[in-house]
């Protein structure tokens, strides 16, 4: 070996060393760097040469960079934090919420509105004709119509931030996607590129935040990028995509179908409804069943037998959870098919973009995000899950319960008389055609008129009943302009009233000057859906309010009842302890969320319990995974994270290496010289 070899060995080292010295630099200079991956060299031993027979090692020299990232660790991480951050959004979002409900624990909440309610009741039959009873019943009939109003506005806040939330979570996701393919794209074409290895982690873990992903290396250095139930996000250098999309209904045909007509509805819903077809024939005639949750199981009755409905045209709407269902058919008329079927979404709801024509439902069916198909983690997915198997099935739970207050107490109310008879009175509610059977109207309240008897008593102009009752067969199938013709054409010589229509509501007055009228009693509950003689307007949450006619005079609260020679008793408190009584009434609130018949007490503090639950349902899921995570984390640093006392180490390695190397350069440089001297 010659000197010469000597000072390259040296020439070799020290450059190594120098590399070394640089590489760890780099990576105490990135200890707190976010994503940041440590780098160290990869050395490998040069080709030896031969002398005089001998071989003789050349040094070391780099090979290349060797990035410190688990990837099997890493997948284990984006799963576990998925979940983090699904029931991280869920906890978050339902935080506020809960503290709605939580206020009706408290005096001046929505359950101790509902108990002054209910007692302001109770004090008026201690005296039904006392000015003051009615005026503090009509107060806490107030109160709380206004505590109603402040759940019904904070609910919808809160659903709305959501929406907000989730369209901004769709449009970071998508640019995210973007941003990976091009990472790929500038990686396979520098595979030895770090810095875009480093950065491409980042966003694949930005995206994991948002969405339940798993990716894979591929040979080519791209990632591909999936979602935990399988659709592809990206692929090499080519981003797919996320969208909303408004309320929709999608048709799946049986094979051999031969049905050319669609489905149709209005209104909206949390849950999606799987519409299946149990048998074959026309619309009018083919049955189906529906379900929440993509055919798992089907609604039920109350004794747990599967409910069945008839398929029907426009003028015969099925009715579930406030969506309206019925199907156009083509001309001429082809059949349903046993299991065709059809998916009603009737909120917005996100998917994914497979084509152009082609976009794949992935909002989570329920609270927990574990179907097939649809997003199981992620703060997209959880905040999903908490719009709809929370805040906007809370909301339709409190309607529902608002809903069937105002029918019980408008019922009731209508059976009895206040302290003052109507000389005129016209309808809250108004239906948009007169000719249209009252139970398949507009009217929110129509499908509860049953078969019945309107009762109505006239009196004189000084106060005495003119005559017996007058009494009007009601059906359900009647219009409204069937109602007046059938309330003008009494008998002759009964006591009579006039009956008119007004912008479609029902208008009566007395046809003498001096005359009155007292509505008598209704069986039908007619009188309550069109809104005569009640004590609430409204159907939901956010329309409740005390009638008008009763805000302006209390003396319109209907306590007592017509008897039978047609007078109101003074103090007659009958109607009044009715009322009273409907708070222990065992009630079933119109909606698919719960079945149980109960007071309506207890249907608020069973709602009132489950938002609790499912709050602590949520904190709990994000403690456990959160804590997962952070172990997971803890591994893969372990590994890509900066170790400072190693690296500075290593620093005082590679210098002591660069110190060794330089000696020997200066050693070869000696004997050389030396060398040299001797030559002269």
Do not use: C
Not at 279 to 298: L, P, Q
Not at 668 to 674: H, I, K, L
């Amino acid at each position: 070996m010659s000197i010469y070899d000597l000072m390259s060995i040296g020439n070799n080292a020290m450059m190594n060393a120098k590399l070394g010295i640089s590489v760890t630099s780099n990576n105490l200079s990135n200890e707190n760097t976010k994503g940041y991956a440590r780098t160290t060299v990869n050395y490998a031993s040069r080709s030896p040469i031969m002398r005089n027979g001998l071989q003789f090692g050349t040094g070391a020299e780099a090979v290349n960079f060797n990035r410190h990232y688990n990837y099997f660790v890493e997948q284990q991480y984006l799963s576990s934090n998925g979940q983090q951050q699904f029931w991280n959004a869920k906890a978050e979002t339902l935080y506020s919420v809960e503290s709605l409900f939580k206020q009706g624990e408290k005096d001046y909440g929505l359950s101790a509105a509902l108990d002054k309610y209910f007692s302001s009741w109770n004090a008026l039959t201690q005296d039904a004709d006392s000015s003051a009873y009615r005026m503090e019943l009509s107060e806490y009939s107030n109160t709380l119509a206004t505590m109603l109003h402040t759940m019904s506005a904070s609910l919808k806040q809160e659903q709305q931030a959501t929406d907000t939330a989730i369209e901004l979570g769709v449009n970071d996701a998508n640019g995210l996607m973007k941003d990976i393919a091009e990472l790929n794209r500038g990686i396979m074409a520098q595979p030895e590129n770090l810095i875009l290895q480093d950065e491409r982690d980042r966003k694949i873990r930005s995206l994991g935040e948002l969405l339940p992903i798993k990716s894979i290396h591929q040979t080519d250095g791209s990632f591909t990028v999936i979602t935990q139930a399988g659709q592809t996000l990206v692929d090499g250098i080519n981003a797919f995509e996320l969208v909303q999309k408004g309320p929709e209904a999608t048709t799946n045909l049986a094979t051999g179908s031969a049905f050319n007509g669609a489905i149709k509805f209005e209104g909206q819903s949390s849950q999606e409804l799987k519409v299946e077809m149990l048998n074959t024939g026309a619309v009018g005639t083919a049955e189906f069943r529906i379900s929440t949750d993509g055919g798992k199981t089907w609604l039920a009755d109350e004794s747990g037998v599967e409910r069945k409905f008839q398929s029907g045209d426009v003028d015969n709407k099925v009715v579930v959870n406030g969506v309206s269902i019925w199907f156009e058919d083509s001309a001429p008329a082809t059949d349903l098919s046993k299991a065709d079927s059809f998916n009603v979404v009737a909120k917005d709801a996100v998917y994914w973009k497979k084509t152009t024509a082609h976009h794949v439902n992935i909002t989570p069916l329920g609270g927990y995000g574990n179907e097939a198909g649809r997003l199981s983690g992620g703060r997209l997915g959880g905040l999903l899950a908490a719009r709809d198997s929370g805040i906007a099935s809370y909301r339709e739970r409190m309607d529902a319960f608002t809903k069937e207050l105002i029918w019980q107490t408008n019922y009731q109310h209508s059976q009895g008389a206040g302290l003052e008879h109507y000389k005129e009175t016209i309808s809250t509610n108004a239906v948009v055609d007169p000719t249209v059977a009252l139970n398949k109207s507009n009217l929110t309240f129509g499908n509860k008129i049953t078969d019945g008897t309107l009762s109505l008593q006239t009196y004189t102009a000084q106060g005495a009943p003119d005559g017996g009752r007058v009494e009007i067969p009601v059906t359900p199938g009647m219009s409204l302009q069937d109602l007046v013709d059938a309330i003008n054409d009494t008998p002759t010589g009964a006591p009579k009233m006039l009956a008119t229509i007004e912008g479609g509501k029902l208008k009566l007055n007395s046809r003498t000057a001096d005359g009155s009228f007292e509505f008598a009693g209704d069986t039908s509950g007619v009188l309550a859906a069109m809104g005569l003689n009640t004590y609430f307007s409204g159907s939901s949450n956010a329309d409740i309010e005390l009638e008008a006619r009763i805000k302006n005079d209390p003396k319109r609260i209907n306590a007592g009842v017509v008897n039978g020679l047609g007078l109101v008793n003074s103090g007659d408190n009958t109607n009044a302890t009715a009322l009273h009584k409907l708070m222990d009434k065992a009630v079933t609130l119109d909606t698919i969320h719960t079945s149980t018949s109960t007071t309506f007490t207890k249907h608020l503090s069973a709602l009132t319990a489950l938002v609790g639950a499912d709050m602590d349902g949520a904190s709990r899921n994000k403690v456990y995974n959160e804590t997962v995570s952070k172990d997971l984390e803890k591994r893969q640093q372990s590994e890509a994270g900066v170790n400072r006392d190693e690296e500075l180490m290593n620093l005082t390695k590679y210098k002591s290496s660069f110190d060794a190397a330089s000696k020997l350069i200066t050693t070869a440089n000696e004997m050389f010289d030396t060398i040299l001297r001797l030559k002269s």
